[in-house]
């Protein structure tokens, strides 16, 4: 594997431009979907890097104000839920933001919100 840190000649680049184009062309014809096509992502990621044209993963940003809003929900969804395998009032927020609670008896994770859809 060659560092992008390092100066490649301009064969070597030619090369992993073409391998990049070769597992490209790969991808858009489903192979990489298929049972046992897993490397070719990971191969075009790799050249990608070597090329030094690698993207960022993608993340989804924190908002403050819908964290805020989803931990004040779930604290009243909290105290309002029973835990449906031991029926207590024993469930815990997982953590921030999450909407999912955890029960402190059980120890069973359950879904207390969803995520709502846009209004049209």
Known sequence: MVSSSVKMDEDQQAALHRQLVRLGD???D????EPGGRWIRQEYRRVMKALGHEVPRRRRPADPKMTEQINTRMSQRVAEVK???CQTLSLKQSRSGSMRANCQSCGRSIQLLRKGRAKK
């Open 83 to 85: 835990c449906p395998v």
């Open 26 to 28: 790969m991808i858009g």
């Open 30 to 33: 489903g192979l990489a979907d």
